[in-house]
């Protein structure tokens, strides 16, 4: 069964940094893309950034380009999102999640880890 | 960017009835569109992939169709663990969007 475990989340100030990690069981690690969404309190889902299966394809939403950067460590099964130049509009609950086969859908996802962003 | 519309936002209903919620593409698509149920303080969960194919363990209740720019969610006999938000999301192109969600809730 697929887990994914995020972790990271803290109360920062505007304009700091942070690294969220994102731990992953379950199936074969490398073999699949995966990416970040969040939701921001209230608000709807939000796609953040994906990662290929060796890394060497990064996509970001337009909101984070230049401020956000995912990668992965396939001997540890994991996957990061290092945060730079936090706004309180990236206050919310950030999910790790899998990409399945079919239609680029997300179909593991882990119960998130809350980055509140504020002085 | 792609910009997904749902319709509608919140949607009212009782336990055995049959609801549809569309998602409107603001670009050609193709089939590159899942449908997720979300609860709060849970996972979102994928119900429909691919517009069409239902993702396995999910109820036969759930069915979703379209192509290119429009497509539909139908729930058939609502149960009450239906009653939750709903998302459309594109994967066809970068940056993947999703729409602004549908509330489903128990009239």
Not at chain 2, 61 to 84: C, K, V, W
Request: glycine residues 12%; contains cysteine.
């Amino acid at each position: 069964e697929v887990e994914l475990v995020e972790s990271g989340g803290v109360v920062v100030q505007p304009g700091g940094s942070l690294r969220l990690s994102c731990a992953a069981s379950g199936f074969k690690f490398d073999d699949y893309m995966m990416h970040w969404v969040r939701q921001v309190p209230g608000k709807g889902l939000e796609w953040v950034s994906l990662v290929s299966w060796d890394g060497g394809r990064t996509e970001y939403a337009d909101s984070v380009e230049g401020r956000f950067t995912i990668s992965r460590d396939n001997s540890k099964n994991s996957v990061f999102l290092e945060m730079h130049g936090l706004t309180t509009e990236d206050t919310a609950l950030y999910y790790c999640a899998k990409e399945g086969s079919g239609g680029s859908c997300l179909d593991g996802w882990g119960k998130g880890t809350p980055v509140t962003v504020s002085s | 960017d792609i910009q997904m519309t749902q319709s509608p936002t919140s949607l009212s209903a009782s336990v055995g009835d049959r609801v549809t919620i569309t998602c409107r593409a603001s670009q050609f698509i193709s089939t590159y569109l899942n449908w997720y149920q979300h609860k709060p303080g849970k996972a979102p969960k994928v119900l429909i992939y691919a517009s069409s194919t239902l993702q396995s363990g999910i109820s036969s209740r759930f069915s979703g169709s379209g192509s290119g720019t429009e497509f539909t969610l139908t729930i058939n006999s609502l149960q009450s663990e239906d009653f939750a938000t709903y998302y459309c999301h594109q994967g066809y192109r970068t940056p993947y969007t999703f729409g602004q969600g549908t509330k489903l809730e128990i009239k």
